[in-house]
DNA sequence: CTTTATGCAAAGCGTTTGCATACTT
DNA sequence: AAGTATGCAAACGCTTTGCATAAAG
């Protein structure tokens, strides 16, 4: 991404990012795009995944790698962790009250210096579970 | 995949999971590929993808989804996390002694019945720091 | 008016799959 | 002989990119 080019805000680019900051539900680009073509009919799926990785890099939003193969984006937040039903795909966010806690103690297990990290829990939802 | 079915034990297929069990990188199946072909260079590129999948399967490598956008496998060991070095790619394994309590204490939490977890750690490592 | 952003379509990359042939059992 | 596994190539799903046109500043 190149940093040196001036942005501009343009209607794509807020609509994309509102979407984001109001979903709960860790949206791929693909949900993204069906979100905003129901108020901008005309955006393609390029704009969308151009503005996504923009908005990241800007540390408006923040990527989720780590769910499942598709790319998840949601806003930003205190940092935590994840878990997924393994049965229906449901992912919602655990808040750890540990979290900078573990960077450093990993941090000096390994002789890196940790910047951050992320776990994903797998298992079975309440509901699931009937 | 199909359970019912009855495995053969191939040369392909003993290679594979040999390649994998020896290596220490963690290798994608393009790097499987890679090291597989220099004792048997008419192997394809399916059937590491093939087989990958179905030794996981069977319990008898690992899968990471985890690290970046490709997957990688390893040999079946302790539960254990990683660490990526964004300088350099390398990875590295991590031996927590507390890999089981976590997972009751986010099953309690969220409720979900947790079978497993896994945990990525970035940031620099030692040698890429000077 | 200059430059960045968009829409569209094509290409890219890792992975999966269909099919005829080869190999295991 | 019966049925699984292979090699090959085509198809796949998600993401990126080139290019002409539109919009922002």
Redesign the pocket.
């Known amino acids: 991404m190149d940093f ?10 807020r609509m994309i990012l509102k979407e984001v900051k109001k979903s709960k539900f860790h949206p ?3 949900d993204v795009y069906k979100l905003v073509r129901k108020k ?1 009919p ?6 969308v ?3 996504l ?2 908005l990241c890099s800007e540390g408006l939003i923040f990527r989720l790698d780590n769910i499942d ?3 998840r984006y949601e806003h930003i937040d205190n940092p935590h962790y994840h878990v997924v039903c393994l049965r229906c795909d449901r992912v919602e966010d655990i808040y750890p009250d540990n979290y900078g806690k573990w960077n450093e103690a990993m941090g000096e297990y390994t002789n890196f210096k940790i910047s951050h990290h992320n776990a994903v829990f797998y298992g079975t939802c309440s509901e699931c579970q009937t």
């Open positions: 040196s080019i001036k942005r501009r805000s343009t209607r794509q680019r791929s680009a693909e901008m005309r955006i393609s799926l390029g704009t995944y151009r503005n990785e923009l193969s598709k790319r």
